[in-house]
């Protein structure tokens, strides 16, 4: 008998994967943990029955949520993440030579732990030196943040749960506390197909906290509407002021993505426009 795992991305559509056997199944204090090997992606992650990330496809999502900033700002010694406790976005940021101290702000420890358990390739960077992980409410860290970071990941789940206040314009404005003069926030901010509403709410809320804000798109086969939006938000932004290399090898990003990905479909533009 065939197990397929489905998750719903609107009434009438969304993801289905073919199961081979379930890894993990189980709730911590904030949602519900599963993680299963699937036929054709890998293994996957799954919060509160959202695909968060998969062996096959993560890195689209944490080489697009991290290149371009780590490549544009100055000098990036010191990198704030929030959310991310798979360690995709560490592991890409850390990449960089030019950053001393990483800080990965992760509000249910048990993520981080089945991650290290089950997520080998995604989870490695928990063993940098350089990585201090946090167990702790992001929106509390940020209201009691103390130091400032080169470069802030918004690396949350979708704005349900534990991550709905992250998505919030007094979160953003209490971000800014958090941020160096010339920082850099990138963050991932839901499909454009599938979550059109909730960019441009966001984008709308945002829009008068930072003075460039500037979206950019990838292809992701497992996310609603295999399509994704990330802001990149600061004074000033020079995105094709590309100041280093591309340390190692990627699988998607390079340059020529670097200077295409901010062109926006017709149906999506005008909508941030207005
Ligand atoms: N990196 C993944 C990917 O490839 O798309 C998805 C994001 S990651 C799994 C999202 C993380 O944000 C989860 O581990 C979740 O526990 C965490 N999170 C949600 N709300 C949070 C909050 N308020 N503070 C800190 N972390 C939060």
New binding site residues.
């Given amino acids: 008998m065939n197990l397929w795992f489905s998750e719903l991305h609107t009434k009438g559509s969304g993801l289905v994967l073919k199961v081979k056997k379930y890894l993990y199944s189980g709730n911590s204090p904030?949602?519900k943990i599963d993680i299963f090997e699937s036929e054709d992606y890998g293994k996957v992650?799954v919060?509160d029955g959202l695909v968060?990330?998969t062996e096959r496809d993560?890195f689209i999502?944490?080489e697009m949520l991290t290149h371009p900033a780590m490549r544009i700002h100055p000098n990036p010694q010191s990198i704030l993440i929030?959310?991310?406790?798979?360690g995709?976005?560490a592991r890409e940021a850390l990449r960089y030579s030019e950053v001393k101290r990483a800080v990965l702000?992760?509000?249910?420890e048990m993520?981080v732990e089945l991650s290290k358990k089950y997520l080998g390739e995604i989870s490695s960077a928990y063993n940098d030196p350089r990585l201090e992980v946090v167990i702790?409410?992001?929106?509390e860290?940020v209201k009691n943040c103390n130091e400032r970071f080169d470069v802030i990941f918004l690396?949350?789940?979708d704005p349900v749960?534990?991550?709905e206040?992250?998505y919030r314009k007094d979160f953003y404005q209490s971000l800014k506390k958090c941020l160096k003069k010339n920082g850099i926030i990138s963050a991932?901010t839901e499909s454009p197909w599938v979550q059109k509403e909730t960019v441009k709410k966001l984008y709308r809320e945002i829009k008068d906290i930072f003075n460039d804000k500037i979206i950019y798109l990838a292809h992701i086969p497992t996310y609603p509407g295999g399509i994704w939006s990330f802001m990149l938000l600061g004074e000033k932004i020079e995105l094709y002021d590309i100041k280093r290399p591309i340390p190692g090898k990627t699988k998607y990003y390079n340059d020529e993505i670097h200077r295409s990905m901010t062109a926006l479909p017709e149906y999506f533009k005008h909508e941030i426009a207005e």
């Fill in positions: 904030y949602q992650l919060l968060m990330t993560e999502y944490h929030i959310g991310g406790g798979d995709g976005t702000v992760e509000i249910d993520v702790r409410d992001g929106i860290f690396d949350t789940s749960g534990p991550a206040a992250l991932q």
